[in-house]
């Protein structure tokens, strides 16, 4: 038989609660109030970019109802969505459905759809400090995590990490519900765990070390409730089904997801004991107090902060600290275990890359807990000399005079708290370059209209976003015209940043015919031109020269298994070719729009070879390998050659040589992507001698 929670210590039964004050329940209102007009007000204005990562969920929804809710393989709801290169999004796809349906596609239907879901996870943190932490002053909770920093910046960005911080807060409050005595909350925290799970990849470890606490601290009270939980069981498996189907067919995701987060956790030259470490180090700098507290500049990207103020405000420190020891105290109240816990499980997914503020989102919700645990207190012992009434109405003036402030400053002054608002900075210009490309085209509608891509991630969903339906608009630079000759005429309009712009005033091959306007970021400088140029007399006789530059071999030592190899390979824009011989499919090699990309060893012992393996990273493209071994004993040269099709992501590429008895001395490798140009990059990961 169960037993009655009133004996479980920091709990009790509704019957004992005290009766809520008609203050409360005002203030408690009012504070989800203070949330939603301090997201709300000037959503569009602040934050001043608007992210590739907010627009590809609202386009992804945008394509889910078009395919009548399948995927672009036909698979009815599906669990996850491209972003990029990768399969990550999930929750926030199908979060974006209905207003995409209703109302289209706006910066602030997309923002605003993320400040609405996340009012009930606002509420909830009231509840849960008032059920089960039994605070005199519960809603300042509200109060107090929407005034962090970090919380009052996410919060207003439709990042995907935000909704699944918001289930996780769910998770607790339907937990600690169940855990006081109502055991049919337990479907309720296995639902708001989904909604964390699928919301954001980084918080999946997150979610299972918290149950796994969870489930040891409190494996008695689990037994009491047996039939409740062997009746959760299958909930839970339904949960659980679109992540197996997920990963049935595409095993390799999450080793790619971590590969391209350049997890330490997929390098092949660190031992295990060695990446065990690394995740400790990590753990730990999960908990600084330099890095949440501090206003030093982080290794953060400024779209992750606010100008000069940390992420958590620095009072909230010592409240976090002496909240900490009122759990510990209290160990025997499963309230306070749960705080423990939550605060234990916080770092976790951020330490498998490295830890940041928005793979340890959930800390911030955690100790803005812990620190009203702390606060309330003393507001109590403050009580004794003012009017209780008159106390709470201070403190919620305080807290809304805060955000209040928080919201003027960034709307008038977070605009140029950063500099840096090109590609690896703010990202600026989505919204302004594209609304004044649109109005272009109703100026000039036969124009085909170039936009550079170069400013920002993802720009193909920017542009899905803001112009689906124009077929006139490209994503190519004025590289896109240098490589090769092509129908460049003044009636195309070219959108360049302005460094870009810069650099064709000085390029002889071009002629600037006229510039239509330019758009300035928020600090007056110049950001994007709107220009026609034609290219020069001289064009062709310069792209010759050009071309033969380009394809010049560029000769460096590398060491190979410890020996120095001499090398002769294709330029290179990005990596260095030892990158091909580190071990780590995560270091990369690309060809300064150079294909096929070529790489000659000549080495100063000949070895013997039997095969190579080369890792490219060629998309959907079939690839060419050819290898030319030169034998030592100067014997006729051998030559090897295979075409591989239908290639799945990064794939190792063998080519045996059979016949190669005698030790090389030169072996040469031509690696090129079929079906596109002699001007592309060719991108290279590994390459391995057998």
Known sequence: MTAPAAEEPGLRPEATRRPLAQWERVLFAASLAVFLISRLVGLERFPIFFFCDEAVQTVQASELIHRGFRDELGQLFPTYFRNSESLN??????????????????????????????????????????????????????????????????????????????????????????????????????????????????????????????????????????????????????AAAPYVRFARSHPQEIRQRLQGLDSYWVDRTLTLPQKLGRFGSEYIQGFSPAYWFGTEPTRELPRHEMGGYPFLFVPLLPLAVAGILLCIARWGSPPHRVLLAALAAAPVGGALVHVGVTRAMTLVVVVCLLACLALDPILAFLSRYAREGLLAGTAFLFFTGLQAAMLGDSLVNGPTWFSDYGLYGLQYGARQVFEEVRAERSRFPNSPIFVSPVWANGPDDLRLFFLPDDRQVFLNNIDYFAMRRRDLSENAIQVLTAGEWLRLRRDPKFVIART???????????????????YSDRFDELLAAEVRQRRMLVAEEIFIEGEPVCTAHTRLDLGAIANLFDGRIETLARTAQVNPAVVELRFETPRLLRAVEIIPSAGDHDVSLKARLEPADGSRPLVYERTYTRLPHDPPLELDFPGARRPIRVARFEIRVLGVGEDVEVHLREMTLR
Do not use: K
């Open 89 to 238: 999004l999930s929750l926030g796809v199908y979060a974006q459905v209905l207003p995409t349906a209703l109302f289209g596609r706006s910066v602030g239907v997309t923002r605003g759809t993320q400040v609405l879901l996340l009012l009930p996870a606002m509420a909830a943190v009231g509840l849960l400090l008032r059920d089960f932490l039994h605070l005199r002053f519960w809603w300042v909770g509200i109060l107090m995590l929407s005034t962090a920093p970090a919380w009052f910046l996410h919060s207003r960005i439709a990042f995907e990490f935000m909704l699944a911080a918001g289930g996780y807060i769910g998770f607790l409050y339907f937990y600690l519900r169940y855990r006081s005595g109502r055991p049919a909350n337990l479907f309720g925290a296995i639902v708001c765990g989904a909604l964390t799970f699928y919301g954001y990849n980084t918080f999946q470890p997150v979610l299972a070390v918290t149950a796994a606490l969870l489930f040891l601290v409190d494996l008695p009270y689990h037994w009491r409730q047996r039939r409740t939980v062997a009746a959760a069981v299958p909930l839970l498996l339904l």
């Open 516 to 534: 239509e306007r330019v758009i300035c970021y928020p600090d007056g400088s110049p950001g994007f031109y709107f220009l026609r140029a034609r």
